[in-house]
């Protein structure tokens, strides 16, 4: 086989069989084919797309590049979650906690934010002392004993992954819905859970600018779980305002805590609680829905979601005692209204840029970021606000762009008219 008949078919929309896009990644993985031609491929499935037959054989040629993890040694049903990527997500942070509270198994690798995104793991790791590196044996030892373990990707899960996605990133061919789709899957099918919950998100600040297109990834998803007799769920969730308050790791941090002692914002409680619902329904561990739920509101309650997630961090090493200091930033700068209405729209795509120049985020894979700086809103999208009211508070360190306050004011709509606050959630899909 040659890489260029590969590039051929794939331009001139002839559809590859199995064995070749298995040659093609495996040969990849192993350095005989290089990066150009490789590229080359991205942009033509970019173009043209791929058939589902041939995202379900790259999904599996990605799987089987590297190691795959067995959770077999853990009782019960494992759970596992992933975000297709938003500004203000702290999902991951409170959903943990909270299954695992409700008796679930939640087993789950994450990543680092890139771009106007956030990534999990930067989070977690904006927790002084706080380890995402644990061993396979211990992260199986951790998900037995205290129901939950949240940690970086090992270095030999999808390895084809790695390497597709770092070229796909400089080479403007991110936003395929085959590629997406196959990215995901192949690193969530590698970790091992039996039910996979994807919050796939839509809006100005997601890779999916709309529903349909939101709703055409989760189907793609969906019918490669079923290739692999995975139970996967979908939830389509709004992105087109950020999520919560807070932006930037430390911020996110003490929403998320304040979320797990049932303090909200409620945008997030809703997204949570409803994707907790169907994990603790699914692993068996309630005869309804609605039973799920309230058993998932009473743990945000009465304190046991936050105990665990106490119970996570110091298991990975944390020695945190309190967390009343826990930002350290050389100045807050507040943003006045400059007119009276109801807030229309705060684009979530210009607040992850903004907060992502102020250090809360990396530009290339490579750069450092600021756990402490971020941007911290006021008001959320419906909620009138007067004139010289404060919109949001800035919290800066060394990073600055003389753009940022005339970026942030452009970010936001108003309107003379009330709005009706519209759920996060839009569709579930099965
Ligand atoms: N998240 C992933 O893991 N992969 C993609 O391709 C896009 C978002």
Redesign the pocket.
Known sequence: MRAIDIIEKTKNKIPLTEQEIKWFIDEYVKDNIKDYQVSSWLMAVCINGLSKDETYYLTKAMLYSGDTIDLSSIKGIKVDKHS??GVGDKVSLVLGPLVAACGCKFAKFS?RGLGHTGGTLDKLESIPGLTINLSEKDFINQVQDINIAIIGQTKNLVPA?KKL?AL?DVTST?NSLP??AS??MS?KLASGSDIICLDVKYGSGA?MKTIEEATELSNLMIDIAHKNNKKVIAFISDMNKPLGKAIGNKLEVLEAINCLKGGGPKDLEDLVVTIASYMIYYSNLSDSLNNAKSLALEKLKNGDAYNRFIKLIKHQKSKISSFESFINIKEIIPLKSKENGYIEEINALDLGINAMLLGAGREKKEDPIDPDVGILLNYQVGDYVKKDDILLYIYKNDKWDKNIIDNLYKAYKFTNKKLTKTEIIKKIIL
């Open positions: 297709t990527g990543g992954d996605y796909r991110v590629l997406i990215s995901i690193k890779f």
